[in-house]
């Protein structure tokens, strides 16, 4: 029955990502079953106040953000002391990956890469940052924190205007200029 | 007295005086190996085993497209490492000398206090230590991982590169471990589950986004063991996901969470690093399986070679399955023979192919190309960049060019 469940959710994924369907074979490995005929539990249930601190990712609907509020204002005190030291004073300097600016490079002989020219979410800032950085310290900055270096790296981008106010209602509304720069793998596409 | 407590006796004594004296033993060692190893005895049976102290060959640091690779002076900015594919035989990386990618160092894990966390569209969310994964049933398969930025030098002007160089980030082992399935049967896949976040516990905490097809439920494995032994550090110790075929970056290491979701996370793995630009500005997204690709690996770059009989050897591999043919030319592509493909040729696995070939002494151009089970052909240079331009840094998979001077000298070159 469980197999049977993995085998119509597979048959699903693949509807959803296009792909024709084919039917699993039983992919239980055979455990022998127990006295009562049932299959030995593996692993152990885990509650949700367990799971809340392992659930840090945020997607583009905005499901895992948290609460907090972070300014432009507020961010570029925060990226001056904790960032520009590998991103540079304004985020196009380095030594490290550059943020700011870049837009309408991607078919220049020379593509610059940054969130304003090609992130294609302003979602993945938060679980990025969150999770990742500063490079030296990760996990180490609070909510307001991430949202705020956040408002500072979209304003110095041109995508928001000083006064907006990063939150979790406002970061999915967030339309980046190159939202619509990716495509599908095409594959094999060279013969 | 027997040899053996006669040795041992001896060795304690050693130790024994080890504070106040120069061991004879030590000495013995700095002084090399003896002329004649048969009127000797020899070493006494040792717990980890190392290789000859006359084998050198090592990984070479890396960091990034067009930086110089190397240790030493460039070592602080080294993220990746390369494998000595020139040094190997058949088809195995030693654990030692697989490749390295990382985004934050290598983690140093507690087996005893790593877990693993199946949720999100599930019936039961559930919690796995390690000791729980490897009483389940296990399957073992040989995989190839490349990194998709294997080669990604090729995109630009040839430097004067070894086939570490051009091609280290690839790297076959055994892997050990639990199907996928198997867990994701335990939990209780939700109907409307297509990805899966698959998470490691290093300082980046790597993300990626897994598309749940038919073929990663069959073939997926949450992996504890590499070669026999656990997984190395640098490989994912003590858990990491194999999704065979797939590019280096989404079989996360040093796993530690599987999230099911309806959707893919768009994590910036996914969108800012790991998509491919194209000349029209656009970019391929989700390019996960790693296409038909070789490399002679002998002679190959930085070799210099004496005109008369060498065996042409080099590794073909193909994300989409079995390798059924490689082809060599020893005339720059003007001809093609067809390479003897050496046992066993798995699907998803670097596949050892060989070639018997006299070189008379006038320079030429060495390239080897091979198909895969699907009738896929490794593409030229050329006909790689028409379609894709040089910019999109990741899956370059064409023919290789290995120039042989006149000298016997053996160059990196783009034929």
Redesign the interface.
């Known amino acids: 029955m469980?197999?049977s469940?993995?085998t119509?959710?597979?048959g699903?994924?693949?509807a959803?990502?296009g792909?024709a369907?084919?039917v699993?074979?039983d992919?239980?490995?055979?455990?022998p079953a127990d006295e009562n005929g049932g299959k030995e539990?593996?692993?152990?249930?885990?509650t949700q106040e367990?799971?809340r601190p392992?659930?840090?990712?945020v997607?583009?609907t905005g499901e895992g953000l948290p609460p907090g509020r972070g300014t432009v204002q507020q961010g570029s005190r925060l990226f001056a002391t904790k960032c520009a030291a590998c991103h540079g004073p304004t985020g196009i300097e380095g030594p490290k990956d550059k943020l700011v600016g870049g837009q309408n490079t991607?078919?220049a002989a020379?593509?610059v890469?940054t969130?304003g020219s090609?992130?294609?979410?302003a979602?993945?800032l938060y679980?990025?940052i969150n999770?990742?950085m500063p490079?030296d310290a990760?996990?180490s900055l609070t909510p307001d924190e991430v949202y705020s270096v956040i408002a500072w790296l979209l304003f110095q981008n041109k995508v928001i205007a000083e006064d907006m106010v990063i939150d979790a209602h406002t970061l999915p509304q967030i339309q980046m200029p190159n939202r619509n720069?990716?495509?599908?793998?095409?594959?094999?596409?060279?013969? | 007295m027997n040899r053996r407590k006669f040795l041992r006796q001896s060795a304690s004594l050693m130790a024994a005086g080890a504070a106040a004296l120069i061991l004879p033993a030590a000495r013995a060692e700095e002084a090399g190996p003896p002329r004649d190893p048969m009127r000797v005895p020899g070493a006494l049976p040792r717990p980890y085993g190392e290789r000859s102290p006359f084998e050198k060959q090592q990984r070479l640091g890396g960091a990034g497209p067009g930086a110089p690779h190397g240790w030493g002076a460039n070592a602080p900015d080294n993220y990746n490492s390369l494998t000595p594919l020139q040094d190997l035989h058949g088809i195995i990386t030693p654990s030692s000398l697989h490749f390295e990618r990382h985004?934050?160092g290598v983690p140093a894990i507690d087996p005893t206090r790593h877990r693993l966390?199946?949720?999100g569209l599930v019936e039961?969310?559930?919690?796995?230590t390690v000791d729980?994964l490897e009483?389940?049933?296990a399957?073992s398969r040989l995989a190839f991982v490349e990194c998709s930025g294997n080669t990604w030098d090729g995109w630009k002007d040839a430097q004067d590169y070894s086939v570490q160089d051009t091609h280290g980030l690839t790297s076959t082992s055994e892997w050990t471990g639990v199907?996928l399935?198997?867990?994701?049967?335990?939990?209780?896949?939700?109907?409307?589950?297509?990805?899966m976040?698959a998470?490691g516990s290093d300082?980046?905490?790597l993300?990626r986004s897994v598309?749940?097809?038919?073929e990663v439920?069959?073939e997926a494995m949450i992996c504890y063991g590499q070669n026999g032994e656990a997984l190395r550090p640098e490989q994912g110790y003590p858990l990491r996901l194999l999704l065979p075929g797939f590019e280096g970056n989404i079989n996360v290491k040093w796993l530690?969470?599987l999230?099911l979701?309806?959707?893919p996370?768009?994590?910036?793995w996914e969108?800012?690093k790991y998509?491919d630009?194209m000349?029209?500005?656009?970019?391929?997204?989700?390019?996960?399986?790693m296409?038909a690709k070789s490399v002679i690996t002998y002679p190959s770059g930085g070799r210099r070679i004496s005109p008369g009989l060498h065996e042409i050897s080099g590794l073909a591999w193909s994300g989409r399955g079995r390798v059924t043919k490689v082809e060599v030319s020893v005339d720059g592509g003007r001809t093609w023979q067809e390479a003897r493909l050496q046992e066993p040729v798995l699907p998803k696995c670097h596949t050892r192919f060989r070639l018997p070939w006299r070189w008379s002494g006038q320079d030429t151009v060495l390239q080897s190309r091979c198909t895969d089970e699907t009738g896929?052909?490794q593409?030229s240079r050329d006909?790689?960049i028409?379609?894709?331009g040089t910019?999109s840094i990741y899956h370059y998979h064409a023919i290789q060019s290995w120039k042989v001077e006149q000298d016997g000298s053996v160059r990196n070159v783009n034929a």
């Not at chain 1, 392992?54 to 990712?57: K, L, Y």
């Not at chain 2, 399935?181 to 990805?195: D, I, P």
């Not at chain 2, 598309?211 to 038919?214: H, M, N, R, V, W």
């Not at chain 2, 996370?265 to 910036?268: D, I, L």
């Open positions: 469980r197999s469940t993995v119509r959710a597979a699903l994924a693949l959803s990502l792909i369907a084919v699993l074979g992919a239980r490995p055979g455990w539990r593996i692993g152990r249930p885990a367990e799971i392992w659930n840090i990712d997607s583009p991607l078919q020379k593509p890469k969130i090609y992130w294609p979410y979602t993945t679980d990025y999770r990742a490079f990760p996990q720069g990716f495509v599908a793998d095409p594959r094999p596409d060279v013969r | 985004h934050n966390l199946i949720h039961k969310p559930l919690i796995f729980e009483r389940l049933p399957v199907k399935s198997t867990l994701l049967e335990a939990a209780g896949m939700r109907s409307e589950a297509s990805w976040l998470e300082a980046a905490g993300d598309p749940l097809t038919p439920l069959q530690r969470r999230k979701g309806a959707a996370f768009m994590t910036r969108t800012a998509t630009l000349p029209d500005g656009k970019a391929y997204q989700f390019t996960l399986v296409e896929y052909v593409p006909d790689l028409k379609v894709r910019n």
